[in-house]
């Protein structure tokens, strides 16, 4: 089976969220919905050194849209099958089969499923696989200013940059093996952090 | 607190309270201990149980966004739990309501229905046991544990027990052996209710996401667990009071006693809904 996946690089992204305004642009997408997010983790605090106090405050940026897992939380849950892994990998709801129950979007780690008031369906991140059919780019891919999302059949972009899947806010790869590598930000703390917060909850 | 969830709030505790109750009917039906007009009245009070599980389902659609497509909810029979709970409450609805509208009307025999009725009790338990393993999804860590499972069967118990001592009363039972054991059974459950609500609100001190601690997703608790357990002692001091005068419980004094913990259990479920997390963001 094929299995595309995205390649987000931490250290480069400076959280303009061009990514996240393309791809709301080319599905048109209502307020409050996101197929791709920019999550940004912060924290710090004031350290001692001697008689001197030093602020050790980070912030980095990690844009997250559907990771198209292998073992999707949201695919299992699912009553209607409408959430479904299509034979290229791409994980999709079926529009028309969806009853807009919600479950997907109980169970995803990764705030993926969207629903749609107006539709009342769910909605998400389809990997564009109609563009990358046509050997195009995902739209936000193609978007992004500091070229920090590369799009690819996820065996090449782990043979470029290695396996990392790994970094806060995100959860543990374990769970449900996401087709994501991320190259981590110099500020990186690990999945199981507690240090830092959201810093923007209303726009994710 | 997740009022944005009443439609699975009403469900799952209707549902509850319906198989509660239901299981400790059928148990008396199937024991034989009744007279035959105590059987007919009581399946005639047996009406408002199919009502309050024909209005948990009613409520359920209510929480689809595209409800007349409500049928593709068992598409995925065997493998998605919600499925396999849409299933298993509508064969318990149909058994168990097929069972009932043959009693009303005399119709069949003896032994149908008495089959009829164990396989929808049966149905029941299969119905609870599919709600549970609904919510037990390994990426939501605060629904993910035994509070889940212990909480849902307290509700059958709490309310389902009081319900079926309402019916029973409406029914002018002369179980009398039945109205002390009901309560008493009942004030077990709600002390055991009790401590797991404080051995919950303890865990949840240690269930963490990177952006989510458990412990602080609700930010009344204290106030809503207090008026949670103050309606759940009110109930109880109703359903006691036939006991401590030595009367026969009335529906009158049963009436507001499972409104009360009705809404208690609402309450609680409300918390319960309110404190999903998953393990990311």
């Known amino acids: ?204 | 607190m997740a009022w944005h969830e009443w439609p699975l709030m009403m469900f799952t505790v209707l549902a509850q309270t319906s198989v509660g109750s239901f299981l400790v009917l059928g148990g008396i039906l199937l024991s034989g201990q009744l007279s035959l007009n105590e059987e007919t009245r009581l399946h005639k009070a047996m009406f408002f149980l199919w009502a309050l599980m024909g209005l948990g389902f009613m409520a359920s659609t209510a929480h689809l966004g595209s409800p007349l497509r409500a049928v593709n909810a068992l598409n995925q029979l065997g493998s998605s739990w919600l499925s396999n709970e849409i299933f298993f409450g509508s064969l318990f609805f149909a058994a168990g309501g097929f069972y009932w509208l043959l009693s009303i009307l005399n119709k069949g025999s003896v032994q149908a229905r008495k089959g009829l009725l164990a396989a929808a009790m049966l149905m029941g338990i299969v119905f609870m046991y599919a709600m549970i393993k609904v919510y037990l999804i390994d990426t939501v860590p605060t629904w993910n544990n035994m509070f889940t499972p212990l909480g849902f069967i307290l509700t059958m118990l709490l309310s389902g027990l009081l319900f079926a001592q309402l019916l029973l009363a409406g029914a002018q039972s002369k179980l009398t052996g039945l109205y002390k054991i009901l309560p008493i059974a009942g004030a077990a459950a709600a002390v055991i209710s009790l401590v797991v609500t404080v051995l919950q609100m303890i865990d949840l001190s240690s269930i963490n996401s990177a952006v989510t601690a458990a412990s602080g997703i609700i930010d009344n608790m204290q106030q809503l667990q207090l008026i949670r357990g103050a309606l759940m002692l009110a109930a109880l001091a109703l359903w006691f009071k036939p006991l401590i005068t030595k009367n026969k419980p009335t529906t009158l004094l049963l009436v507001p006693a499972f409104v009360l913990i009705f809404v208690s259990e609402f309450i609680a479920r409300g918390i319960f809904y309110g404190l999903h997390m998953t393990i990311g963001m």
């Open chain 1, 1 to 204: 089976m094929k299995q595309y996946g995205f390649y987000i690089d931490s250290s480069k992204c400076t959280g303009c969220k061009t990514c996240q305004l393309s791809c709301k642009d080319n599905k048109d997408l209502d307020i409050g919905v996101n197929f791709r997010r920019v999550y940004e983790y912060a924290g710090g605090d004031w350290l001692k050194e001697g008689e001197i106090y030093r602020q050790s405050v980070y912030s980095y940026y990690l844009s997250i849209a559907c990771n198209h897992c292998d073992q999707p939380a949201c695919t299992k849950v699912c009553p209607s099958g409408a959430m479904h892994k299509r034979d290229d990998g791409f994980v999709v709801v079926d529009e028309k089969v969806c009853i807009g129950c919600k479950y997907c979007s109980m169970a995803c780690p990764y705030g993926a499923p969207q629903y749609n008031e107006e539709k009342g369906h769910m909605i998400k991140c389809d990997g564009c696989y109609e563009r990358v059919a046509q050997g195009m780019q995902p739209v936000c891919v193609g978007s992004c200013p500091l070229r920090a999302l590369e799009f690819g059949p996820i065996a090449e972009l782990r043979d470029k940059y290695g396996t990392n899947a790994d970094v806060a806010p995100l959860p543990s790869s374990l769970t449900t093996k996401p087709n994501i590598v991320i190259k981590q930000n110099r500020n990186a703390r690990p999945t199981d952090d507690q240090s830092g917060h959201l810093a923007n909850p209303k726009e994710v």
